[in-house]
């Protein structure tokens, strides 16, 4: 049982790192994937946005 919770919280933890430069960062899809399974989270990672660039202000 203890096992099985580590596992989801790696895979959760490496969806999370894939979705850092998304939407809603490495948290929300981390968050996500731990409440619902890491598959599905990698689904809806892959399914949103990146994030737009930050503008950068010229002189």
Do not use: C, H, Q
Request: charged share 15%.
């Amino acid at each position: 049982m203890l096992v099985s919770f580590i596992i989801l919280l790696v895979l959760s933890a490496i969806v999370g790192y894939v979705g850092k430069d998304r939407k809603f960062g490495f948290w929300g899809y981390f968050f996500f994937s731990v409440l619902f399974t890491p598959i599905i989270g990698l689904i809806i990672t892959f399914a949103s946005d990146k994030r737009p660039a930050p503008e950068v202000a010229s002189a």
